[in-house]
T-cell receptor, first 113, second 112 residues
């Protein structure tokens, strides 16, 4: 099993551009999550999904959108990139949402200039 | 979201000493408390977790204690080694049970 795979690993965007961060997992997990990690801070939840077709906002959803058309994939979209979205983005998954360990991908380091 | 406070933010110990990191949480519905280790430029990796029906859990040199009444939990690392140097994050499940609230992390440095 590859676990949770994120692409790309690094990306530089110009202000106002859009892009999609890809996340896929091969563990047949029902729950998937997107976090952002800023320097010296913990991880903040952007969006999560409890299954295909179901998504919900986390703590910091503004400026982002998600979709979950399959169990495996949970892409995160930035429509109008802003400097405040410069961060490291981590995707995670868990078998269920109830007291289950979350498994993280390697992250995407995104810079908005 | 509900807050998770983590202390200290930095911790330096000598090899062989013990390290203790403490966290407090505010959501009384939280019932799952994992700890993650993150090395520089790497993903967070789960090192130990505890559920609210357990007061203490140990795995070799790592132990976690939980006091639900006081809403705090702690990570204990004994016989520290240089490879334990990393940032450690505590987390508490949100009331919905669907996601985690993370502390801001503790940067642990173990010097030989």
């Amino acid at each position: 099993n590859a676990g949770v795979t994120q692409t790309p690993k690094f990306r530089i965007l110009k202000i106002g551009q859009s892009m999609t961060l890809q996340c896929t997992q091969d563990m047949n997990h029902n729950y998937m999550y997107w976090y952002r990690q800023d320097p010296g801070m913990g991880l903040k939840l952007i969006y999560y999904s409890v299954g295909a077709g179901i998504t919900d906002k986390g703590e910091v959803p503004n400026g982002y959108n998600v979709s979950r058309s399959t169990t495996e994939d949970f892409p995160l979209r930035l429509e109008l990139a802003a400097p405040s979205q410069t961060s490291v983005y981590f995707c995670a998954s868990s078998l269920t949402g109830d007291n289950q360990p979350q498994h993280f991908g390697d992250g995407t380091r995104l810079s908005i200039l | 979201g509900e807050n998770v406070e983590q202390h200290p933010s930095t911790l330096s110990v000598q090899e062989g000493d013990s390290a203790v990191i403490k966290c407090t949480y505010s959501d009384s519905a939280s019932n799952y408390f994992p700890w993650y280790k993150q090395e520089l430029g790497k993903r967070p990796q789960l090192i130990i977790d505890i559920r609210s029906n357990v007061g203490e859990k140990k795995d070799q040199r790592i132990a976690v204690t939980l006091n639900k009444t006081a809403k705090h939990f702690s990570l204990h690392i004994t016989e520290t080694q240089p490879e334990d140097s990393a940032v450690y994050f505590c987390a508490a499940s949100m009331g919905s049970g669907y996601a985690l609230n993370f502390g801001k992390g503790t940067s642990l440095l173990v010097t030989p």
